[in-house]
């Protein structure tokens, strides 16, 4: 029985399939899995004192940082930022999903603090580092830095990144300085 002609094109688009699959997975090997994510915001000289403020004072985080889909919660922490400040990340709809973030350490030139967007994810270490220029304006840059272990689908992840984490950083900046 000779196979129809309708089988040998379905034969020829599954091998040409298989092989892009194939030629995916083999330069996924070799491309990095590590990720930074790099966000800028400039805030005017008349504004100093607000940023000051939003930042280092534990309860505007809730009005300033973007959760999509959810919002930030204070969970542990005092009068001022300070390391161990804790917030809890609740996700609209979502009762069993829920995230944290952790403050790390503060100073007048830099925040660090890790994001856990869930509880099966690892944290991931953020910097937003303050910078006063000569004429006034605070310059603030949020940076994101980490490697992706997720197999042979890290590389390809680690591209997404930028996009995913970068819409959400310039939302929470943009929120910072207005």
Same mark, same amino acid.
């Given at each position: 029985? @000779? &196979?129809?002609?309708?089988?040998?094109?379905?034969?020829y688009v599954t091998r040409i399939a298989a092989v892009? $699959?194939?030629?995916?997975?083999?330069?996924?090997?070799?491309?990095?899995s590590d990720y930074r994510i790099e966000r800028r915001a400039l805030a005017p000289s008349a504004q100093y004192?607000?940023?000051q403020e939003r930042l280092y004072n534990p309860e505007a985080w809730k009005d300033w940082v973007y959760i999509e889909s959810g919002s930030l919660v204070l969970q542990e922490?005092?009068?001022?930022? @300070? &390391?161990?400040?804790?917030?809890?990340?609740?996700?609209?709809?979502?009762?069993?999903?829920?995230?944290? $973030?952790?403050?790390?350490?503060?100073?007048?030139?830099e925040i660090t603090f890790t994001v856990q967007p869930n509880q099966k994810t690892q944290p991931i270490p953020n910097?937003?580092?303050?910078?006063?220029?000569?004429?006034?304006?605070?310059?603030?840059q949020w940076v994101i830095e980490g490697e992706l272990d997720a197999g042979f689908l890290s590389p390809y992840l680690a591209f997404l990144a930028n996009r995913i984490a970068g819409g959400n950083i310039e939302s929470s900046l943009s929120n910072l300085v207005r």
């Amino acid at each position: 029985m @000779q &196979p129809t002609q309708a089988l040998v094109s379905l034969r020829y688009v599954t091998r040409i399939a298989a092989v892009i $699959i194939l030629m995916a997975v083999a330069v996924g090997f070799f491309l990095p899995s590590d990720y930074r994510i790099e966000r800028r915001a400039l805030a005017p000289s008349a504004q100093y004192d607000l940023v000051q403020e939003r930042l280092y004072n534990p309860e505007a985080w809730k009005d300033w940082v973007y959760i999509e889909s959810g919002s930030l919660v204070l969970q542990e922490g005092g009068e001022t930022l @300070q &390391p161990g400040n804790r917030y809890l990340i609740q996700y609209d709809g979502e009762v069993t999903k829920q995230g944290s $973030i952790v403050i790390n350490s503060v100073s007048m030139n830099e925040i660090t603090f890790t994001v856990q967007p869930n509880q099966k994810t690892q944290p991931i270490p953020n910097t937003l580092q303050i910078e006063v220029a000569a004429n006034g304006q605070t310059n603030l840059q949020w940076v994101i830095e980490g490697e992706l272990d997720a197999g042979f689908l890290s590389p390809y992840l680690a591209f997404l990144a930028n996009r995913i984490a970068g819409g959400n950083i310039e939302s929470s900046l943009s929120n910072l300085v207005r």
